[in-house]
């Protein structure tokens, strides 16, 4: 996912992604809890990361509305 590309959507598209990430995020959760070993750990932090970049794009959104 490249910022390049969350700037170019709509703010429904937006908060559509950052659910999306947020539900990979709980899933990734539920199965380290059921199987440790079947998780590669460089998916926590891709999906945090990717969370991080849609929340960046979207207060970018919202203070250029306000000003």
Known sequence: MDVSELKSKTG?????????????QFNLRMQKGI????????QFSKVR???ARV?????????GEQS
Not at 12 to 24: G, I, M, P, Y
Not at 35 to 42: L, V
Not at 55 to 63: D, G, H, I, L
């Open 12 to 24: 429904q598209e937006l908060r559509d992604e950052l659910t999306a990430l947020l539900r990979e």
């Open 35 to 42: 199987n440790p070993d079947g998780i590669r750990p460089d």
């Open 49 to 51: 990361k990717n969370i």
């Open 55 to 63: 929340k960046t794009v979207m207060n970018a959104n919202r203070s």
